[in-house]
Nanobody
Framework: QVQLVESGGGLVQPGGSLRLSCVTSGFRFSIYDMSWYRQAPGKERELVAIITSPRGTTNYADSVKGRFTISRDNAKNTVYLQMNSLKPEDTAVYYC?????????WGQGTQVTVSS
């Protein structure tokens, strides 16, 4: 059974930091490209960051470059998103995604709210 479970979301003030985690099981994590997406109310889901397999190449949306860092631990089947210098416009539900060929899995999402 495939599972992707996000955690680490919450309420944070502008300028603050959060670290999201996505613990996975049920598939061969190390060969999958792992991504974080987000969806704000009334907006489409957008790609935030991706880390590829096997090279670990990363890529980011322009809106988060220099503030967010994606990483993975293949031994723990976990992908992370370190978010610094958070802005109100980063408020969204953040989703973990795993993709390999035609296999495409999603987590249930974790809410991030940036507000004073």
């Amino acid at each position: 059974q495939v599972q992707l479970v996000e955690s680490g979301g919450g309420l944070v003030q502008p300028g603050g930091s959060l670290r999201l985690s996505c613990v996975t099981s049920g598939f061969r994590f190390s060969i999958y490209d792992m991504s974080w997406y987000r969806q704000a109310p009334g907006k489409e889901r957008e790609l935030v960051a991706i880390i590829t397999s096997p090279r670990g190449t990363t890529n980011y949306a322009d809106s988060v470059k220099g503030r967010f860092t994606i990483s993975r631990d293949n031994a723990k089947n976990t992908v992370y998103l370190q978010m610094n210098s958070l802005k109100p416009e980063d408020t969204a539900v953040y989703y973990c995604n795993a993709k390999y060929w035609t296999y495409n899995y999603w987590g249930q999402g974790t809410q991030v709210t940036v507000s004073s």
